[in-house]
């Protein structure tokens, strides 16, 4: 069993980790809406990682868990040290085509979506499950959103992360 660090710790990497490569891609792709949804979907990982960064539990550990919070803490860093799941950093990077931008995005968010599902089975601490379960809603709610930009199309995306 993870504890709520553990989880916390795990959320935050993964966050970061793709908020690094949207923020790369932004910067060397040659369309200005590609670039947009790119640096969004990059400050929508960074709110992630913040308010995964605020998640505690008042419950206190025994020694035994704390032994098992930071083998389980370790595992989970190795685990996803730079993981993005499906998104691939090189294809993100060479991406110039919209809808392959959106089908970028659209896919690491359904990973992290499965990811955080699996911990919520991991996670015992309600007020954990509860925030957890919030950020998957909002995970859900990006790859809605990518689904209506792919479907209105680049323009309506211009200058979407000054939105």
Known sequence: M???ADIREIAVQIEKNGEAAYRAAAQLVN???VSDIFTWMAEEEKHHATFFSKIDSAEPLSEEQLELEKMGRQLLQDMVADQTFSLDREMLLKTADFE???TQAQ???QDTIMFYEFLLN???D???RLQLEQVVEEEKRHVEQLGEMKAAGPESCRNLALA
């Open 2 to 4: 993870f504890t709520v």
């Open 31 to 33: 369309d200005s809406a």
């Open 100 to 102: 392959e931008a959106i």
């Open 107 to 109: 896919l690491l968010e």
């Open 122 to 124: 991991l996670v015992s």
């Open 126 to 128: 309600e007020e954990a």
